[in-house]
């Protein structure tokens, strides 16, 4: 039988408000009548109705993270860092998947504001129209973006520095020698993704004696960064170096080399972005540019319960974490034609 307030109220002999006011921790209830409600609770078994309470307060003590794709593992470590923080707080995550799909997206975001959440966290990276930015402008709870930068609605964002992150590994495979670099992303529209390729380029065209860098673009998933590298590996076989954009591309590059025969690192270098857990474990052991995801994730929702807490109308906060490049086995140096031919003259004039 489901105990109530009314329960309560007389196995403690008080009277339901007072009961009420014990049970919520308000101010005015004396120490020791608050202790006998409380000790008649537990003896009952009784369980508040958080929803009930949630429609009088105006608070669930529940968060939205919304993520576009959670068999990406990038997420999985973002989402830890979020869902830790908010446990720490007494918060309740509830996970939503948008399958980058900008409708799904919406209705996800219409449907944990009907279910009275505090705040929304969105790693989504389906494209928001003017629209639904207004609509979520004035939704009435705070919105943190994550992996998306600053912009002129009142959102909270947490991002790496996307751009030094394309930077480094640009500069990294030009000081390797290489002189043919891919970059494979993904559509247009995606904030971190430009920025990467952004950061990049400008490595690259900086760079001596460059080919101009190619830039293929598809889905940023496994399934695409195989298609995207068999294209490559098929068209433009001068390539010496790709700069994945994420590294569920560069994996998908590994797959599509052993299925073509092309070595890596030997014939084409390679290099990541995220630094998933994977990265050391697939063979050759990806090169990559290190985001710290569980710490974007916490302090996503250490943000949002800032805001929460002082009201949706203060100002919006903004942090960048810092990204390194983490040297493994898929890159080597690529040496002019002319410095492999006196190399291969050095060792036969050692052999005579």
């Given at each position: 039988m489901k105990i109530t307030l009314k329960d309560?109220?007389?196995?403690?002999?008080?009277?339901?408000?007072?009961?009420?006011?014990a049970l919520s921790g308000a101010y005015g209830v004396h120490a020791d009548t608050r202790e006998k409600v409380l000790a008649a609770a537990q003896r009952l078994g009784y369980r508040p109705n958080l929803m009930a309470r949630g429609l009088v307060t105006g608070r669930s003590h529940s968060i939205g993270l919304l993520v576009s794709d959670i068999r990406n593992p990038y997420f999985s470590e973002v989402a830890r860092g979020a869902e830790d923080?908010?446990?720490?707080?007494?918060?309740?995550?509830i996970l939503c998947n948008s399958d980058l799909n900008p409708a799904k997206q919406i209705r996800y975001v219409r449907s944990l504001l009907e279910k009275n959440v505090d705040g929304i966290l969105m790693n989504s990276v389906a494209a928001l129209s003017a629209e639904q930015c207004a609509e979520l402008a004035v939704c009435g709870v705070p919105v943190t973006l994550l992996n998306k930068p600053a912009g002129k609605y009142p959102f909270s964002t947490v991002l790496a520095d996307n751009y030094q992150g394309g930077r480094q590994a640009g500069e990294y495979l030009v000081g390797l020698g290489h002189r043919a670099i891919a970059h494979l992303t993904g559509h247009r529209g995606h904030g971190n993704f430009a920025d990467r390729c952004r950061g990049f380029l400008d490595a690259v065209q900086a760079g001596e004696g460059m080919a101009p860098p190619l830039v293929i673009r598809g889905e940023h998933t496994l399934r695409g960064g195989c298609e995207m590298a068999r294209k490559l590996f098929s068209q433009h076989p001068?390539?010496?170096?790709?700069?994945?954009?994420?590294?569920?591309i560069g994996f998908g590059v590994l797959e599509a080399a052993a299925e073509m025969n092309r070595s890596i690192p030997d014939d084409v270098s390679l290099v990541g972005f995220d630094n998933?857990?994977?990265?050391?474990?697939?063979h050759p052991a990806l090169t990559t540019i290190h985001q710290p995801k569980y710490e974007i994730g916490r302090a996503a929702v250490e943000?949002?319960?800032r805001r929460i807490r002082a009201g949706v109308d203060t100002i919006p906060e903004h942090q960048v974490f810092g990204v390194t490049l983490i040297e493994r086995q898929s890159c080597c140096k690529r040496f002019p034609i002319?410095?492999?031919?006196e190399a291969a003259k050095a060792q036969a004039l050692e052999k005579v």
């Open positions: 309560i109220a007389k196995e403690a002999a008080v009277n339901v408000s007072t009961a009420s006011r923080a908010a446990f720490a707080a007494s918060f309740d995550l001068e390539v010496t170096a790709i700069f994945a954009a994420n590294d569920v998933l857990e994977y990265c050391a474990l697939v943000i949002l319960l002319s410095a492999q031919l």
